[in-house]
């Protein structure tokens, strides 16, 4: 049985000075932490999505930052606070470009915005500033962890209190949401790792996430890592799963973006699994931080999503089984028109609870949206 000292993959890896994240493209068939030295790294490891994940992209982004600012201090760049200010303001507007969806991201640079002009205000070195703001990236990492091990907790705990059969639990679960796409542990599936560690997940289930397979190349690869009892399922299985199999008690999902009604933008593929969860009247959850809530973006109509390349869809990339050389074929007909949203967007009246480190939000009795400003008060 694991527990939560068990040590979990770790997809990023910083030292002041030094950032390298786990190139989650090459996956499951070849682990390779890549170098981020400045913040065009980071920029592309986020847009290529070596690094993908809310929260993950958010830290990802702050440290290479943080690295940049840091490198460039050193070497005698800035001579004036402006100089560091106008530097670190631009960096945060230029990532943010990396990927429009993930409000996570644009959480993180408004704070870090927000503390770059506050120390302004009364340094008279660039070093305050420079130091301040590494400072405060570097403790977002070491939150992150933190927060997702409350998610996880508290969202084991939601589960086993609402579904019939508390001992052996079965949960099916969707893109990933684990250590590679946080700081650590994860989010949806941290609930997962709590309640394997609790002895009380009889099974997992990952789809596999077409087109991009974050989960059976990403998911898929945690749960073996971890030894959690797990089966991969395409995503036109699901439905199919929950009529066979009564032990599947819950679905739990990450977030991209939680509107302020409750309405969630997750990884293409999580509206079905939320209209499935419905029908056959089992826990549909959204596990995300509470960074993960943009309270200005009030129902999922106005949430942004990103359009991916047609390549994804048409193609697929992995090892040849004869001699594991890497290799990508097509698998569609040349010329055809494809369509590839990279989220789509769950309505609030589907969702059971949304689970945060600050507590699980329920709705009021015969409401079909959460109250999530009230929450967030």
């Known amino acids: 049985m694991t527990n939560t000292t068990a040590k979990t993959l770790e997809a990023i890896q910083y030292t002041r000075g030094n950032l390298r994240i786990l190139n989650q493209l090459v996956l499951p068939h070849e682990t390779v932490f890549e170098s981020v030295c400045n913040i065009q790294n980071g920029h592309a490891a986020i847009k290529t ?84 703001y590494i400072e405060a990236a570097e403790k977002m990492l070491v939150d992150d962890v933190q927060d997702n091990k409350n998610i996880g907790r508290l969202g084991a705990e939601y589960i086993t209190n609402h579904v019939k059969d508390k001992g052996d639990i079965a949960v099916l679960t969707h893109c990933n949401t684990g250590s590679l796409a946080t700081a650590g542990w994860g989010t949806a599936l941290g609930i997962i790792r709590d309640l394997h560690a609790n002895g009380q997940l009889k099974h997992a289930y990952c789809t596999e996430t077409r087109p991009y397979n974050q989960g059976s190349r990403l998911t898929a690869y945690e749960l073996v890592y971890e030894n959690i009892p797990a089966t991969l399922i ?11 199999n009564p032990q599947v008690q819950a679905i739990v999902v990450g977030a991209d973006r939680v509107a302020a009604n ?41 949430i942004v999503i990103e359009q991916r390349p047609s390549e994804e869809l048409v193609t697929v ?40 480190e600050k507590g699980v939000v329920t709705k009021q009795e015969g409401s079909t949206q959460f109250d999530l400003a009230s929450f967030l008060k």
């Open 234 to 244: 395409c995503d036109s299985m699901a439905s199919a799963l929950l009529k066979q």
């Open 262 to 302: 409750g309405d969630t933008a997750n990884k293409i593929g999580t509206y079905q699994l939320a209209i499935t969860a419905k029908h056959h009247g089992i826990l549909f959850i959204v596990a995300a931080p509470s960074t993960s809530i943009d309270l200005n973006t009030k129902s999922g109509d106005a």
């Open 317 to 356: 990339a992995g090892i040849r089984v004869q001699d594991a050389q890497p290799t990508t074929i097509r698998t569609a007909a040349e010329n055809i028109g494809v369509w590839n949203p990279s989220f789509d967007v769950t309505p609030s009246e589907l969702i059971s609870a949304i689970v945060t």
């Open 49 to 132: 999505m070596k690094t993908r994940g809310a929260p993950a992209i958010a830290i990802v982004a702050a440290l290479s930052l943080a690295v940049d600012v840091n490198s460039r201090f050193e070497k005698g760049e800035f001579s004036t606070v402006e100089q560091v200010v106008q530097f670190l303001k631009d960096a945060l507007e230029y990532l943010k470009t990396s990927r429009p969806t993930a409000v996570n991201l644009f959480d993180a640079a408004a704070k870090l915005e927000a503390l770059i002009e506050s120390t302004a205000k009364e340094a008279k070195e660039p070093a305050t500033v420079v130091y301040a």
